[in-house]
């Protein structure tokens, strides 16, 4: 386990060991959540706008939608 401060501003950086391990690159995006009191820091998945699903997904407009979603959608429209 490695120890960190927060900056000032209350970023930090991700010692670059376990970037290489998880093959981020600068510019990368992580996925942060949080676990009870533990922070999770994981690399980016894209995840559907509305639902939050992973699986089966499309980027429209700069926004990721699952299928059911956009299935969805579709009906409301018509």
Known sequence: MKSKKL???GGM?????LRRELNLQPGDAVDIDNQGDKLIISAHIDR??????EQD???YRGKVFC???IETLGGMIK
Do not use: A
Not at 13 to 17: E, F, K, L, Q, V
Not at 48 to 53: A, T
């Open 48 to 53: 559907c706008f509305i639902c939050q699903e």
């Open 67 to 69: 299928r059911q979603c």
């Open 7 to 9: 900056t000032k501003s």
């Open 57 to 59: 997904t499309v980027k």
């Open 13 to 17: 950086t991700i010692p670059s060991d």
